[in-house]
């Protein structure tokens, strides 16, 4: 059984940092795709970033401006997200995600594509 676990989440100023972890158990991840996903009140689900879990190799979406990092811990069994320089904007629930070939390939920056999803943490950036 497949569980992640966010942590991290909480309150801070405008361009301030937060760090998201998510623990990832119940199975090895070699050929897995991580990936955080966020959805703000009234809005879809956005992607945020992803990495491949056997190479480390990050993907982001255009729109942060390159102020978040993702990173993985193959020892710890860990996926976070550092955050610099958040906005209001930013304001979200912060889901992390898994998901594996071939269902995966070509779809990292849709939700449908992934199998598995922690609860969520939230992260409020205030102005």
């Known amino acids: 059984q497949v569980q992640l676990v966010e942590s991290g989440g909480g309150l801070v100023q405008a361009g301030g940092s937060l760090r998201l972890s998510c623990a990832a158990s119940g199975r090895t991840f070699s050929d897995y795709r991580l990936a955080w996903f966020r959805q703000a009140p009234g809005k879809e689900r956005e992607f945020v970033a992803a990495?491949?879990?056997?190479?480390?190799?990050?993907v982001y979406s255009d729109s942060l401006e390159g102020r978040f990092t993702i990173s993985r811990d193959n020892v710890q069994n860990t996926v976070s997200l550092q955050m610099n320089g958040l906005k209001p904007e930013d304001t979200a629930v912060y889901y992390c995600?898994?998901?594996?070939?071939?269902?995966?390939?070509?779809?990292?920056?849709?939700?449908?594509?992934?199998?598995?999803w922690g609860q969520g943490t939230q992260v409020t950036v205030s102005s």
């Open positions: 990495i491949m879990w056997e190479h480390g190799i990050p």
């Open positions: 995600a898994a998901g594996s070939p071939p269902k995966i390939i070509g779809r990292l920056y849709y939700d449908y594509a992934y199998d598995y």
